[in-house]
């Protein structure tokens, strides 16, 4: 893996550690970026859980007025109920956050 490889993985990862909305749900335990199909793999360890569940949120980037943001528009999960809420929620809503200006054209480039 490329030195920019490596950093753009490593900043896409930060933003899903650190995205509230995710992060209410439990305690994210591990994340791991597939860059060539824009996938993140998400171990989460949901709140009154005793096990780790896993959560497979797809992003893009998209420029907006702001800038460039990174956008989760689907979750997918084996666990069909969390599959199935997810699926409901995303019909109308994603999670959207724009990054900040040199890592926007960073990500332009890179993607």
């Not at 909305?21 to 993140?40: C, K, L, M, T, Y």
């Not at 997918?76 to 109308?92: H, L, P, T, Y």
Request: glycine share 6%; aromatic share 12%; net charge negative.
């Amino acid at each position: 893996m490329s030195f920019l490889s490596n950093a753009r993985d490593k900043a896409i990862k930060l933003f899903f550690q650190r995205n509230d909305f995710i992060n209410r749900f439990g305690e994210i335990e591990n994340v791991d970026i597939d860059s060539q199909e824009n996938v993140a793999t998400i171990d989460i360890l949901l709140h009154g859980e005793t096990e780790p569940t896993t959560l497979y949120a797809h992003y893009i980037f998209e420029d907006s007025e702001q800038g460039t943001e990174i956008v989760i528009n689907k979750v997918d999960c084996k666990r069909e109920m969390i599959s199935v809420i997810a699926a409901w929620w995303f019909k109308g809503n994603s999670i959207r956050k724009t990054l900040p200006r040199g890592a926007g054209l960073f990500a332009k480039i890179l993607f």
